[in-house]
């Protein structure tokens, strides 16, 4: 997928994204088609505007990716809950200081039974493994 043109920009400032009509060229050489997406307020795929909007609209989270370099959000803090929340396509979920990694959950995978969030980072830890597991 090539962005090839933006032909419109509606930002939504308040809730930290803004919606893109853009020409994608979806495979190279074909006619690009005219797409809506959403990203970021620093240009960084979020995905859908449905999405979007519940991402950031309705549970107040601000998407950012889960690593410097990614080119999709898959993780974000909501102030409101004090919570790190981690998604893909197929499942979202909020991690808080406090809780721990147990056996048989998505982070189990990547962080050791046991660990606890006990700090900030540790929260958002947890969250880009949820979304690294749910990718």
Known sequence: MNVTEILNVKPY?????????EMWELVEGEEPSETTAAYNLNGIYIGNEKSAKVICKKKGIIPEPARDGDGICTVGFCANESKYYGWSHRAMYGFKIGDIVEEGDATDESLPIG????TMADVRRMAVAFANSVS
């Open 13 to 21: 400032t308040k809730y930290g994204y803004e919606i893109r009509t």
């Open 115 to 118: 660990f606890t969030a006990n």
